[in-house]
């Protein structure tokens, strides 16, 4: 199956800047959506940023204009430039793969939406 594995998180000043990666590994054919969620103590996880494979964004409200997402298909990875960050912006922040399609021994098939382990971004003086 897909495994999803997270990097990039940390300890930030409030204003400063971190970059989240996320790989996706496996027999993997093709995924149509790749982003990021975040859940914070307390609170149910919420979008912060998905990208289509043709390069359609789609942000959560408290984070447009001041975070970025981008990817790689050809790596299967996916990306988030944070910038600006406030302390409301701590939180676990979980990768996941959407529409997914393996390939595997001559055949195609499609795969559940994979989430990574969730890396920690802790924005604090």
């Known amino acids: 199956q897909v495994q999803l594995v997270e990097s990039g998180g940390g300890l930030v000043q409030p204003g400063g800047s971190l970059r989240l990666s996320c790989a996706a590994s496996?027999?993997?054919?093709?995924?149509?959506?790749m982003g990021w969620y975040r859940q914070a103590p307390g609170k149910q996880r919420e979008l912060v940023a998905n990208?289509?494979?043709?390069?359609?964004?789609n942000y959560g409200d408290s984070v447009k204009g001041r975070f970025t997402i981008s990817r790689d298909n050809a790596k299967n990875t996916v990306y988030l430039q944070m910038n600006s960050l406030k302390p409301e912006d701590t939180a676990v922040y979980y990768c996941?793969?959407?529409?997914?399609?393996?390939?595997?021994?001559?055949?195609?098939?499609?795969?559940?939406?994979?989430w990574g382990q969730g890396t920690r971004v802790t924005v604090s003086m």
């Open positions: 496996g027999s993997i054919f093709s995924i149509y959506a």
């Open positions: 990208i289509t494979s043709g390069g359609r964004t």
């Open positions: 996941n793969a959407d529409g997914i399609l393996m390939y595997d021994s001559g055949s195609y098939y499609s795969s559940d939406s994979s």
